[in-house]
């Protein structure tokens, strides 16, 4: 069983930063991408940021500058770091992965619960 665990959530002022990690585990064959959406209040869940296996990264125009993903192939890990938070950046931030599981011969979608960060003075 495949599981997406995310941690680094919290109540940050603006302009601080906050690093977000997300760690997949169950027995795996491969995995293909890792991302982090995020959905605030009242709105739908929209890409933040993406990395392949290879490293190779997508960021969501507005973000470009401030976030940046990387991972950790060896411990089925991916990172979000958040720099210089606004207000607008309060969500529930998901992690997601395309994994390949043991037994199966194709990558398949996989969510985790999602971690709230909320950035207020």
């Known amino acids: 069983q495949v599981q997406l665990v995310e941690s680094g959530g919290g109540l940050v002022q603006p302009r601080e930063s906050l690093r977000l990690s997300c760690v997949v585990s169950g027995i795996i064959v491969s995995i293909n991408s890792m991302a982090w959406y995020r959905q605030a209040p009242g709105k739908q869940r929209e890409l933040v940021a993406e990395?392949?296996?290879?490293?190779?990264?997508t960021y969501a125009d507005s973000l470009k500058g401030r976030f940046t993903i990387s991972g950790d192939n060896a411990k089925n890990t991916v990172y979000l770091q958040m720099d210089r938070l606004t207000p607008d950046d309060t969500a529930v931030y998901f992690c997601?992965?395309?994994?390949?599981?043991?037994?199966?011969?194709?990558?398949?979608?996989?969510w985790g619960q999602g971690t709230q960060v909320t950035v207020s003075a």
């Open positions: 990395i392949t296996r290879g490293g190779d990264t």
């Open positions: 997601y992965a395309q994994v390949r599981a043991s037994g199966s011969y194709v990558f398949r979608p996989y």
